[in-house]
């Protein structure tokens, strides 16, 4: 387009007065460069590496990281926006914004529970989580699930996340939610950690029942667990981007994640052990050998 006005003798469309690209041009391209960067691929996990690292957790660190790899699983989260990331990453994904447990929301029915009220949270038929600013530059979206009767349940386990944090002295609304306490110190899982106890499971369970190796799991399996759980289970395309906040064509922005019907059944869907457990086939190409 910009080519057309310039063979017209037009003034070039991209740049502003100044002669520099227009900002809101720039603010759009780099959304589009920012959005959903290329990442390393990295296999999804079948269900029973969440319920493993939850019976296996002896430690106050390891009993942190096996809630807090479930309760990202249910909402497609990305790392940083559960955990303390190297410092060395990228700057995009050091603007998101680590959840605090302000950012969650109980609801009876239509009626809100008190994060306060740290016995009732559990009860709750609802959970919203209010991501403030995201690695595609989305802010404050918000994304709702129901409960389900499964003890993989999205309001039991951040709830029991959320009571534990408030129920420490130094605990509060601000608390980042990947604190924990280890006798009298408060200490904070890191993606190191998560990465570091998957890695441990998956081992333990062996490569043979998985179709897996553990030196190719990371936290970014959490993510893609979430995508395929639902694809088994047949939710349609459009509801896993949603609720996992991929960013797509315009229109998907006029869909709404809190339309309370919108993520009816979704936390059924990924508790779903029938469809859970699955093994990986290995890849033909990673099995020929150089020459």
């Not at 691929?41 to 296996?56: A, D, E, G, W, Y």
């Not at 390891?62 to 410092?87: D, P, W």
């Not at 924990?180 to 408060?186: A, N, V």
Request: aromatic share 8%; charged share 25%; net charge positive.
């Amino acid at each position: 387009m910009a080519a057309s006005f310039r063979e017209r003798g037009l003034r070039n469309i991209t740049l502003d007065q100044d002669g520099k690209k227009h900002l809101n041009l720039s603010r759009l391209l780099n959304g589009y460069t920012d959005s959903d960067l290329p990442t390393k691929k990295q296999p999804c996990i079948p269900l029973q590496v969440f319920t493993k690292m939850q019976s296996n957790a002896s430690s106050e660190i390891e009993k942190t990281i096996s809630q807090l790899a479930l309760g990202a699983l249910f909402f497609a989260m990305r790392s940083c926006e559960y955990l303390h990331v190297n410092k060395n990453i990228n700057k995009i994904e050091r603007k998101t914004k680590l959840l605090r447990v302000r950012n969650f929301r109980f609801f009876k029915g239509h009626h809100e529970i008190d994060l306060s009220n740290t016995e009732k949270l559990h009860k709750a038929s609802t959970i919203i989580i209010t991501f403030e600013f995201q690695k595609n530059k989305e802010k404050f979206e918000s994304v709702k699930l129901q409960a389900n009767s499964s003890k993989l349940c999205p309001v039991k386990i951040w709830s029991t996340i959320i009571k534990r944090i408030l129920s420490y002295p130094k605990g509060s609304l601000e608390s980042s939610i990947n604190m924990f306490r280890e006798k009298r110190s408060y200490k904070y899982v890191t993606s190191a950690d998560l990465r570091k106890y998957l890695r441990q499971t998956v081992s333990d369970i062996g490569e043979k029942r998985l179709g897996i190796k553990a030196s190719e799991v990371g936290t970014h399996s959490i993510r893609s667990t979430f995508a395929m759980l639902l694809v088994l289970n047949k939710v349609p395309t459009i509801k896993i981007m949603k609720i996992g906040r991929w960013k797509s064509n315009s229109v998907f922005e006029y869909i709404r994640a809190n339309v309370e019907d919108f993520s009816m059944n979704i936390s059924k869907h990924i508790a779903n052990a029938s469809t859970g457990n699955f093994y990986t086939l290995p890849c033909f190409i990673s099995t020929i050998k150089k020459a």
